[in-house]
């Protein structure tokens, strides 16, 4: 499959796929919302945040919420990638492991789609 070669080439740890879910984000206190782009089980990327996240967020903890359905999956992350802008849009965030129902509903989203 052209997506597993493409995990394998950029040594990613988990499948990614393409997915356009509306987030809420939560980083000392601060809220932002927007889209994901992509999503694995070890991370995510946001297309959009609004407001923008600061540069200063690079390294920060925070809880994501993600809508799938009529449900949403909570997860502790950090931010571990910016597009390097002074106000970052393009963010990518690593998951800390979720508690299982959490963990379970997005294994089986990802499997859905990919």
Same mark, same amino acid.
């Given at each position: 499959?052209?997506?597993?070669?493409? $995990?394998?080439?950029?040594?990613?740890?988990?499948?990614?796929?393409?997915? $356009?879910?509306?987030?809420?984000?939560?980083?000392?206190?601060?809220?932002?919302?927007?889209?994901?782009?992509?999503?694995?089980?070890?991370?995510?990327?946001?297309?959009?945040?609004?407001?923008?996240?600061?540069?200063?967020?690079?390294?920060?903890?925070?809880?994501?919420?993600?809508?799938?359905?009529?449900?949403?999956?909570?997860?502790?992350?950090?931010?571990?990638?910016?597009?390097?802008?002074?106000?970052?849009?393009? $963010?990518?965030?690593?998951?800390?492991?979720?508690?299982?129902?959490?963990?379970?509903?997005?294994?089986?989203?990802?499997?859905?789609?990919?």
């Amino acid at each position: 499959m052209i997506m597993n070669q493409l $995990v394998q080439h950029e040594q990613r740890q988990f499948l990614r796929i393409p997915a $356009v879910l509306y987030f809420s984000l939560e980083i000392e206190g601060r809220l932002y919302f927007g889209n994901t782009g992509n999503l694995s089980l070890g991370g995510v990327y946001l297309d959009s945040c609004n407001p923008k996240i600061p540069d200063g967020a690079l390294g920060k903890k925070g809880v994501i919420r993600i809508a799938i359905g009529a449900k949403t999956v909570e997860l502790a992350c950090d931010v571990t990638y910016s597009k390097g802008t002074p106000m970052m849009d393009g $963010v990518g965030l690593r998951f800390h492991r979720a508690d299982a129902k959490h963990y379970d509903l997005l294994e089986q989203y990802i499997q859905d789609h990919s």
